[in-house]
Structure formats: C-alpha cells, structure tokens
C-alpha cells in the first residue's frame, strides 16, 4: 500500500514537473535581471553607493526577490480561485483605486502612490492583472454568445469603473493599457469583428471629446510633442530629444555599463522609469537592444503558447489578456523613446524600475504558470 502511494506521488509530480514551463521562467528572469542592472547604472551614475540604504538598486533588489516569491506562490496556488472569486476580486479592485484617490500621493498634484511602512504601491499596476482576471472570467463563461453585441457591452462596461478612477488620478498611460487588455482579450476571445469594428470607430469619433472635455494640458503637450519635438526643445519636447540622442549615440556595442552621456549628465529627467530604454540602447547598444526584443519576443511566444494549449477558456483569456498588455507596454514605451509614438508614461515591462509594476507581472505569469501546471500541456 506505502509502495502504491509512493508510486502514485512520484508520477504525480513528475506530471507537474513535466507541465511547468521553464522557457517561460527563464525568459521572464533574464529579463528582470536586465531590470536590475539598469538599476544599478542608474544608481552609480547618480553618484551612489550601489549598495547604500534606500538607492534605487538595493531597492530593485528587494522588489525583485519579492517578484520571486510572489511568482512561486502564485504559481503553487490553483487558478481555478480565481473564476471563484471574481466579483470579489473586482470591488477589491475598485477599492483599492478609490483608498489611492483619498490618501495617494504623487507629482504635481496626481494621487498615484500609497505608502505603506518604507515601500510604495500603485495599485493601477495592480488592477491590470486583476482585470485580466475578470475579463477572462466573463468572456470565458460567454463563449457563445460574444458574436451579440450585449456580450460584448457587458465587457466594456466592466472596464468603466477603474479606467476612470485611474484616469481621475490622472494617470493617462495606464488607462491606455486597460484599453488595450480589453481590445486584446475581445480579439482573441472570438467576439464579432463587425461589433468590434463599430465600437473602435465610436472610440475614434469620441477623441476629439476626450481632448477638449477629458485631458490635462501637460497630456496634450505629451501626446503632441512627439511629432514635432524641435518645436520645443526646452519643453515639451526635451525628453524625447534627448532619448533619440542616446538612442543613436549607442552605436553598435553601446559606451559600456555605467558610462553613458545621457545617464550621467541627468538629461533625462525620468531615466530610470519612462526612457529607461534610452540609458540601455546607449550603454549596451543596438546589439543590447536587440537582445532584449529576443527575450520579449520569446516571452510573447511562451505566453501565447500556454494560453492556446490551455483547455480551459479562462487559461486562453487569461493568457491573451497578459500577452495584449506587455505587448502594448513594450510596443508603446519603446515607441516615444525613438520618437515613433506620443509620451505617455507607460512602463517598459521588468527593465522600467518600479516595484508594483514588477510583482503584477509576477502575479500574471504565476497565474499562467499555474494554468500550465493543472493543465498538464506545456512543453518544451
């Protein structure tokens, strides 16, 4: 009887080993590790002791080890609680955007960061996992019916209330991805092209509303001085001046890590967050650069493979949701550092430094790791 146990336990945990995907580990990790050390040049070149209390690197380090353990947690637990708990999950979300608009602190008036003890935490990086996660829980149980347009409302309805409180705060590039997961998960849920069509049709006719009645003027300048930053070189459109700079000053192989012009000399006013991607074409160069579209390129694939192989409509959803947001984060980020798309202030996914960005991924792959491993489908 202890044999046949025995037995049965190590089949079973051979399963789970043989259904955990260690391609999408690997990747995700070597991507973070790209995170810490643009952390650490930014923290040298600021004149810091790397290691000091409270620089940014010994603070991408903390992060990054609880990303670690929030990956294996989320990854250990069944995701099927996630389909139990979505309403729950949902006010939760709310919640926490309203406690950030009451008690959130930020830069020039915005309420975009709680403080607990000696960390901070944007729950708007938050709620886009959460959303994730209802939005698969919704469409998954509709599969039939998302070619009627009810269906369809009903989903976009769900995304309403958080794009406005975060919008509220105002955080316009986060409201963005919420938009983009929601576009995402639609597309690759089935739902009718035709309703589709229509409903992003009404969303470019409603622009011109949203930036007369909805934007901030520093929004509009942001959005607009992409498209001419000589306009205003010691404005509006410095920053993205001086990204294209260190972008092509990189050449080739890149000046080396922790002896870029740009970094070093502070033209970059946000170069650890918004162009951080600036500092890594200049110190590690085209070749630097091209490595880490590799390793996004090959996370993309990784999640869209565990989320075409999932048997459960919430694992595929769940996976097009992730796939929809990092590709968006990554394609738009990139874009206003080479001066292709409009300043937003979105993250670069694992290389931006910031600590709630970090564990929501974390929560994300987790979550899909899980899938893999009830799944039983990854492979390598």
Not at 135 to 149: K, V, W
Request: aromatic share 12%; glycine share 12%; net charge neutral.
């Amino acid at each position: 009887m202890g044999n046949r146990f025995g037995d049965v336990a190590s089949r079973s945990a051979g399963a789970v080993w043989r259904s955990y995907d260690l391609q999408l580990t690997t990747y995700a990790a070597l991507l973070g590790a790209f995170g810490i050390v643009m952390a650490y040049v930014n923290t040298v070149e600021d004149g810091h002791q790397a290691l000091a209390e409270g620089t940014l690197f010994s603070r991408a380090l903390i992060w990054a080890g609880l990303a670690i353990v929030v990956y294996l947690a989320t990854s250990a637990f069944d995701y099927k609680w996630i389909r139990t708990f979505t309403w729950p999950l949902y006010f939760v979300n709310i919640a926490l955007l309203g406690m950030t608009l009451a008690i959130g602190n930020g830069v020039g008036g915005a309420a975009r960061w709680v403080s607990i003890g000696p960390l901070t935490f944007q729950f708007s990086e938050l709620a886009k996992i959460l959303m994730i996660g209802v939005l698969a829980s919704y469409l998954g149980n509709r599969e039939d019916s998302l070619n009627r347009l009810p269906s369809i409302l009903g989903a976009c309805i769900l995304i309403v209330p958080p794009w406005v409180l975060v919008m509220v705060q105002p955080d316009l590039g986060t409201s963005l991805v919420l938009l983009a997961i929601l576009a995402g998960m639609l597309f690759m849920s089935g739902a009718s092209l035709r309703w589709l069509a229509a409903m992003a049709a009404g969303v470019v006719a409603a622009i011109p509303i949203a930036w007369t009645y909805i934007l901030h003027d520093y929004q509009k300048e942001r959005l607009t001085s992409f498209l001419n930053p000589g306009a205003d070189t010691q404005g509006a459109g410095w920053q993205v001046l001086q990204a294209q700079i260190a972008v092509g000053s990189g050449g080739l192989f890149g000046t080396g890590l922790t002896n870029g012009t740009a970094s070093r000399g502070q033209f970059l006013p946000v170069q650890e967050t918004d162009f951080v991607f600036a500092v890594l074409a200049q110190e590690l160069g085209f070749i630097g650069a091209i490595v880490v579209f590799l390793l996004f390129t090959a996370l993309f694939w990784r999640i869209l493979t565990s989320s075409w192989r999932s048997k459960d409509p919430f694992g595929r959803l769940f996976g097009a949701g992730l796939a929809s947001m990092l590709l968006f984060q990554v394609f738009v980020n990139v874009g206003m550092v080479i001066g292709i798309m409009p300043v937003t202030g979105i993250p670069l996914p694992f290389i931006t430094h910031g600590g709630a960005s970090l564990l929501s991924i974390a929560i994300g792959l987790g979550v899909l790791q899980s899938v893999n491993i009830r799944q039983q489908r990854a492979e390598w």
